[in-house]
């Protein structure tokens, strides 16, 4: 049965202190999508079973804008529907509701309170952190950014964007085309939801410059198993080579890292996705590190470390601008080198490539044991 309600946004790696966005819910068919409704509460001043605002100074209000939001919306879907039990997805009533919502409210949807929105309904952290620094952008970009509307945003306007990130901290272009790539897809979540028809990125580019190579030749990757290194440099170098030993396993993911046996599973951070492999007798001898990367507090202040000496130890070899990346890198390039399939190497990097070939294809994850046996064996070949 579709169904209406308010819902406070539990997201992961919130605290109790934090803001979150009070949305309304369109569930149908064990279905549930969200539409924020530009107010922020915090855990403790929602009721939910209830369905009103509590512990806060404007309590009141608050749950009375919320329930006229609410009110609205189911009696726009009662008018749509004419009353009657319908078989409709959940996607597809916000999509009406919205719509219909927008079109009464006579299109005055802003730009700025929708992407907060859509930002808070992300679940993972970093992804928000990304939202969230674009926003902190177009404050800066546009004074009046709160009353800029979706079909305010022109062609021109993003071009002006483009040009004043270039201009203030962000001359790459790959990182501004973060920041636009954001804007894009906040536009088209906006179009989904019914908020706007307008799309000024229709006939504007977003650029991207190939990255620079990041791989270590296999000769100087040998070289690097022969420094002397002594402290944290000592552990630099082995916490790399571990990650190359583990696929070029990603740091985050490393720094989370725990084994058991002669496995590694674990799910990787940026994609969710469960990942399994053998551990290989090369890694199992470098494990130790772990101890050492678990005195750092988090993923960040890990990194710096990593990449300051890094940056040392490849000016010994030859790659002063070595960084935690190199080692992921280095490994597919040798796979390639090896004539290791492209298949083969994308399952290893843990790469969502899924077609709908694939879901008829259970794929043999010996391969990536048997890929990484080989890559591990050709670069310590004259190490034995």
Not at 9 to 21: A, D, E, F, P
Not at 274 to 289: D, S
């Amino acid at each position: 049965m579709a169904r209406i309600a308010l819902k406070l946004y539990n997201n992961v790696g919130y605290s109790s202190h934090s803001l979150r966005t009070l949305a309304l819910a369109f569930s149908s068919q064990s279905k549930t999508v969200y539409a924020p409704t530009g107010i922020q509460l915090r855990q403790n001043q929602w009721d939910s079973k209830k369905q009103m605002v509590v512990h806060h100074p404007d309590a009141s209000s608050l749950t009375l804008k919320a329930n006229r939001i609410l009110l609205s919306a189911q009696e726009v879907f009662l008018r749509l529907t004419g009353g009657m039990n319908m078989e409709i997805d959940a996607k597809q009533m916000r999509e009406i509701v919205m719509r219909e919502l927008n079109k009464e409210s006579g299109g005055t949807k802003f730009l700025i309170n929708y992407m907060i929105g859509y930002m808070e309904t992300c679940s993972k952290k970093s992804t928000r952190s990304v939202y969230n620094s674009t926003i902190s952008r177009l404050k800066q970009f546009c004074p009046t950014i709160n009353s800029v509307l979706f079909d305010n945003v022109t062609q021109i306007w993003l071009r002006q964007f483009d040009k004043w990130l270039s201009e203030h901290g962000c001359p790459s272009v790959n990182g501004r085309s973060v920041h636009l790539r954001n804007l894009r897809t906040v536009f088209n979540a906006a179009i989904d939801d019914g908020i706007t028809t307008n799309y000024p990125f229709r006939k504007f580019h977003i650029r991207n410059e190939k990255t620079p190579d990041r791989f270590i030749k296999v000769e100087s990757l040998r070289a690097i198993l022969n420094l002397e290194l002594h402290g944290n440099d000592l552990y630099a170098r082995d916490c790399f080579l571990l990650s190359f030993y583990l696929l070029g396993i990603n740091m985050a993911d490393l720094f989370l890292l725990q084994v058991s046996g002669t496995k590694v599973i674990y799910d990787r951070q940026k994609t969710g996705k469960r990942y399994e492999f053998r551990l290989q007798p090369e890694a199992q001898k470098l494990l130790y590190v772990l101890d050492w990367v678990s005195h750092y507090k988090n993923t960040h202040s890990f990194l710096i470390m990593m990449n300051r000496s890094l940056k040392r130890i490849g000016s010994m070899i030859g790659y002063p601008e070595m960084t935690t990346y190199y080692a992921r890198y280095t490994w597919a390039t040798i796979a390639a080198q090896l004539d290791i399939p492209k298949e083969t190497i994308s399952k290893a990097l843990g790469h969502s490539t899924e077609t709908v070939t694939d879901t008829y294809i259970v794929f043999d994850h010996s391969k990536v044991d048997k890929a990484n046996r080989q890559v591990i064996d050709y670069v310590l070949m004259h190490n034995r």
